[in-house]
């Protein structure tokens, strides 16, 4: 057995590419997006050019043709970035269009995946409820059969891209029985007279668009059905659990935005003549971080390695998930002491990405929900 820790000429390649767009492109855009809590729809259409909306999709169905260390890549570098704008990255290339190349028919593949991948066309991914969380079991929104196609009525909560996008996946009940056979998904176009939305404002990934959303007797096609089947359920479990890894990606490019932030203060500050870096407290904060960006990296793409050899297993992408998440906030919390005052300075990154953090140990399955996972796996009923 070879063990082999380092990346591959391609995957620098793609580091590369990405961080260039993030500081050229990217970046000027940042202020604005968090400000006006709006995301800049052109993004979109740029990521299509650039390949990176179809990172994890086979060349033969117009993707990248990529493997789930390079996805990560990726996002590392977008959240290092601006973790409002990975989000949105995230909701649409995989969580919004990844059931559709798996499960869909190739009409749907054609109206929605194919635009998609170009940026032409922006998804999301209806689950989350108001009164079950990411529960799928406690789904309520229901679909009920019409003479010529489906009826929804019920609530989401929490829609990432949900404002701004072309249509979105939804995830509804069919049948009345708690079985993964009566929870299915729908591809609904937006606009639709059926569907009110009301656009969230957030302390977190603001320059990220999400909503609360309302199913009123909102008529869709037979062929919205996804896969023209019912009980698609596995494929919604299989999509968040790779989907934990890849959020324990952009936990990582927060964890290490905020402490290169926190290096380069420590390094210019200067206190009663001596840099902050050179007081012991200061130094041992830093060295606790570094320490944890480094465990969190190689779990990560651990993580990720995993994944592409078909051996990802639930307990280990809740681990991947928990200790990246849970570094993210440690270390952005710890680079606002280090900036003090500073730190809640606007001027600042490190106060917008300790708020993008905090989303992360609760969303995508929260870190308490993790633990039960993994304690499970330990052989104990939590």
Not at 281 to 295: K, N, P, S, W
Not at 346 to 351: A, K, M, S, T
């Amino acid at each position: 057995m070879s063990l082999n820790f380092g990346f591959s000429a391609e995957h620098e390649a793609v580091r590369e590419t990405v961080r260039r767009m993030c500081r050229e492109e990217l970046a000027p855009l940042v202020m604005r997006a968090e400000e006006e809590e709006a995301f800049p729809r052109g993004v979109f259409r740029r990521w299509g050019e650039l390949g990176l909306l179809g990172v994890r999709y086979p060349e033969a169905d117009g993707g990248s043709g990529m493997d789930k260390v390079s996805d990560c890549i990726v996002r590392e570098e977008l959240s290092f970035c601006s973790q409002a704008f990975a989000s949105s990255w995230s909701a649409h290339s995989h969580l919004g269009i990844w059931p559709i190349w798996r499960a869909g028919t190739p009409e749907q593949r054609a109206r929605c995946f194919v635009p998609a991948l170009a940026g032409e066309k922006i998804a999301a991914f209806a689950l989350s409820e108001p009164d079950g969380g990411s529960n799928v079991r406690a789904l309520r929104t229901k679909a009920t059969r019409t003479s010529d196609g489906w009826r929804l009525d019920g609530s989401k909560l929490y829609i990432t891209n949900a404002p701004i996008a072309d249509f979105m996946l939804v995830a509804a009940r069919t049948r009345s029985e708690l079985t993964p056979a009566a929870i299915s998904l729908f591809i609904v176009e937006l606009p639709n007279p059926g569907v009110a939305m009301t656009k969230l404002r957030k302390e977190g990934i603001r320059g990220s668009e999400t909503a609360l959303i309302h199913f009123d007797n909102v008529l869709v096609p037979d062929e919205a059905l996804l896969g023209a089947r019912e009980g698609t359920y596995p494929v919604i479990l299989d999509s968040l659990s790779e989907n934990r890894v890849g959020v324990a990606a952009n936990a990582l490019g927060m964890a290490r935005a905020a402490y290169e932030a926190a290096l380069a203060y420590a390094r210019d500050r200067v206190v009663a003549g001596k840099r902050i870096g050179d007081y012991q407290a200061v130094g041992h904060r830093l060295a606790d971080m570094a320490a944890q960006i480094e465990a969190a990296r190689w779990l990560v793409y651990y993580g990720a390695w995993r994944v592409d050899q078909g051996t990802l297993d639930s307990a280990t992408a809740a681990k991947v998930k928990l200790v990246a998440s849970e570094a993210a906030v440690s270390v952005s919390e710890a680079a606002i002491r280090i900036h003090g005052g500073a730190g809640i300075m606007r001027d600042y990154p490190v106060g917008r990405i300790h708020r993008d953090a905090l989303v992360y140990v609760i969303g995508e399955g929260t870190s308490d929900i993790q633990r039960n996972i993994i304690a499970r796996d330990l052989g104990f009923k939590t």
